[in-house]
Structures are given as structure tokens and as C-alpha cells.
């Protein structure tokens, strides 16, 4: 199944370069996605330079906040000058932060926010991480949200595969297809035939559904119906089982890292492909395949 690269690359993400995961594990990852914010990881790794890997995420994403862990360390890599190029060569429209670790002394800390805060000129701070790890969730969670890293967004889409697939049994009739979005709160697919006789706002119970391998079932609620490109577009809101808007909490704890893993896959997958084909312009391509792990 296609996705189309123009879906993948709206929305405002952000990216922490180089982060140690010491201080700031992946699982963090999810728990921001949770939150709202669409957060990744950029590594350092032999097969691309991580110069190479900041230009193409700046050229394919259309809003990206870039947080730089200024303490690691890789040979023949000056990060103020990496930063210094970034905002030179993007004319200072990056959004840019620094994350580093807690230092001894109060004179090199306030040395350090001088140099990026006011030299520099950095937009998203100069963060210094503490040596606990529940401390600095929560210090990054209100960088984040300083930072407006939400987007417009509270809940966001993950582009489905033909492992997101659903079954709705209503007024007699059984519909099965493979959905086109699905988030936390609601869940979107197209169908070319066989419209479900369901109306505006009604809802529909027991909706069984398959997300690459986790099973489960809710009710949802039809929110927006529209023709595109000869197929209708369902959008429905997921309803709890008593009757409140959303998932119930234990299917919605459990939805997170699966939903988490599809959208970051995709993300990855994108990237992975421009980094190692050399396509820095998203306009070259748009769409791409998805690997058989989703």
C-alpha cells in the first residue's frame, strides 16, 4: 500500500539530535505522542554524515523544531559550528534549541544559555538535562510546550497500511476494509462501494479492529462523510463504553506505543530513503512504499 509523502511530512515535528539516551530514552517518545507532540530521535551512525541528515530534514519537513545534545561527541564535529551553518544557510528560519548536561558550576551554566540564547540567538532554548531521568521528561515536556510543538494538533493521524484494517457489523450488513488514518481519538477510511447506511452522528458499537497485530474493539461515532475522488471518506470519533468521547483508558494506554510505532515507522522509513538515495527535494517523489514490517 502507498502513502503519500505529502501526508507524512505536515505537521510540526521535532527532532532531537544525537540525544543520550541515558537521560532521555526513546520511551520518552511515546509518552510526548500521548501528549500530542511528534517527536524523534536523529542518531549518529557511520553510513551518513549527521550534517547531511539536519539538511534533509529541514529540506522534507515543512515544520521542524531541531533540539542539538551539544555534549556528544563525534569526531571532526564542531556543533557550534553545525549550528552556526544551520541558521546561516536557513537564514535564521529554523527553529532551533540545545540540550546539555547538568555542569558543576552556576557560571558555566549561565556562560553556556549567553553563548546560544544571546550570541547565538537560538529560538527554543538552551536546556540544561539533570541527571534523573523523571526530572527531565518533565523538563522537556514544558520545552515542548513553551515551544508550541503541538502544532495545531492534539491527537496525531498515523498513516495506516494493510495491517490497520476494521470490521463494522450494522443494520445487518458487515463491512470490512483497511483504514486510512487512525489516532488516539479517531480513526478515518475510504470506500469505493457498499456504503454503510450509517447517519451524521450516529453511532455505531463494536467496532473490531486490527493495528498491526493488536486487537480490539470500540464504538465510534460518524463525524464527517465526504466524496474524494469517487470514494467516500468516513471519519468517526472514537466514544468509550460509557458513552465519553474517546477510547477507554485501558485500550488507550495500550493503543499508544502501537500507534507511536506506525507513525514513527513511517517517518523512518521516509527518511532512511532520502538519506541513502540522495533525494533532498520531497517533490522528487511522492509516495513511497511501505516495508513489509507494517
Known amino acids: 500500500m502507498a502513502i503519500s509523502i505529502e501526508e507524512i511530512v505536515t505537521g510540526r515535528k521535532t527532532f532531537f539530535i544525537t540525544p543520550d539516551t541515558s537521560l532521555l530514552p526513546e520511551s520518552f517518545l511515546e509518552d510526548y505522542f500521548s501528549l500530542g507532540y511528534e517527536c524523534y530521535f536523529v542518531e549518529n551512525d557511520k553510513r551518513v554524515d549527521i550534517r547531511r541528515k539536519i539538511d534533509i530534514i529541514i529540506n522534507t519537513f515543512r515544520d521542524v523544531i531541531l533540539f542539538f545534545n551539544i555534549d556528544y561527541p563525534i569526531s571532526d564535529v564542531n556543533w557550534d559550528e ?61 520545552i515542548l510546550r513553551a515551544n508550541q510543538a503541538q502544532g495545531r494538533r492534539k491527537n496525531i493521524r498515523a498513516l495506516c497500511s494493510n495491517t490497520c484494517t476494521f470490521q463494522i457489523r450494522f443494520n445487518g450488513g458487515c463491512y ?83 500507534i507511536y510505532q506506525l507513525m514513527s515507522a513511517n517517518c523512518k522509513t521516509l527518511l532512511d530513503q532520502l538519506y541513502m538515495s540522495g533525494i533532498e527535494d520531497k517533490s522528487e517523489k511522492d509516495i513511497f512504499k511501505t516495508p513489509d514490517f507494517l
Open 176 to 258: 470490512n476494509g483497511i483504514l486510512q488514518d487512525v489516532s488516539l481519538s479517531h480513526f478515518s477510511f475510504l470506500f469505493s462501494e457498499n456504503t454503510i447506511p450509517v447517519k451524521l452522528y450516529e453511532k455505531i458499537s463494536d467496532i473490531h479492529f486490527n493495528i498491526r497485530g493488536f486487537l480490539f474493539k470500540s464504538d465510534a461515532v460518524l463525524i464527517m462523510e465526504r466524496k474524494v475522488g469517487g470514494k467516500s471518506l468516513y471519519v468517526f470519533a472514537f466514544t468509550s463504553s460509557n458513552g465519553a468521547a474517546g477510547l477507554d483508558q485501558r485500550i488507550h494506554q495500550l493503543l499508544v506505543p502501537v
Open 82 to 142: 553545525i549550528i552556526d551553518n544551520t541558521l546561516r544557510k536557513y537564514n535564521n528560519g529554523t527553529s532551533i534549541g540545545v540540550f546539555y548536561i547538568k555542569r558543576q558550576s552556576r557560571e558555566e551554566k549561565l556562560r553556556l544559555e549567553k553563548k546560544y540564547l544571546f550570541e547565538k540567538g537560538l529560538n527554543c532554548g538552551c536546556i540544561q538535562l539533570e541527571y534523573q531521568k523523571k526530572q527531565n521528561f518533565e523538563i522537556i515536556e514544558k
